[in-house]
């Protein structure tokens, strides 16, 4: 990657990273992940591409902190990566609706989970509930918060495109 502009150090720094799913595998010199360098400046956009399995997935779970890399360090505004970072978020290819809960409990999910809403979730619930809703509305998904995923598949191909999608 060309050399960063100015002196400033990078927001996200990958510095010599190997990841091995497991300790047999570490033994075994069975890596994943194998010598990631890769620095990037602050508002910097960059897109990992390749074909399935060429662990772009896995990166993104090393860069977030979700996986922790078995040799070398990723630091992130100028902090080394140690567990879950609480600045980064991640949508999954394959879709991840919980089907016992409701539009809006699927929505709400995130908050009843992640810090700092987390503690706050049963206090703030109503007012995430209606923030939610907005939202839902906002996509064309409005009378369907109390709905289940399974339940929603007829009555939501006649939803507008958009909200289909």
Same mark, same amino acid.
């Not at 010598?35 to 990037?40: F, K, M, N, P, Y």
């Given at each position: 990657m060309a050399e960063l502009a100015g002196a400033a150090a990078p927001f996200i720094d990958? +510095? $010599?990273v190997w990841l091995a799913y497991n300790d047999e595998?570490?033994? !075994? +010199?069975q890596f994943a992940v194998e /010598?990631? $360098?890769? !620095?990037?400046a602050q508002g910097e956009f960059i897109a990992i591409v390749g074909p399935s399995g060429c662990g772009k997935s896995t990166f993104m779970k090393l860069a977030t902190g979700l996986k922790r890399p078995s040799r070398g360090s990723i630091v992130i505004d100028g902090r080394e990566v140690d567990g879950p970072l609480k600045i980064s978020g991640m949508a999954f290819q394959a879709p991840s609706l919980l089907p016992w809960r409701t539009t809006l409990d699927n929505v709400l999910l995130p908050l009843e989970i992640v810090e700092p809403y987390r503690s706050q979730f049963r206090s703030k619930r109503?007012?995430?509930a209606e923030r939610a809703r907005a939202l839902l509305r906002q996509v064309g998904l409005g009378g369907y918060e109390s709905k289940y995923p399974g339940s929603c598949r007829a009555a939501c191909s006649s939803a507008p495109?958009? /909200?289909a999608r």
């Open positions: 990958f +510095r $010599d595998l570490l033994a !075994q +010199r /010598a990631i $360098d890769l !620095q990037v109503a007012e995430y495109a958009s /909200a």
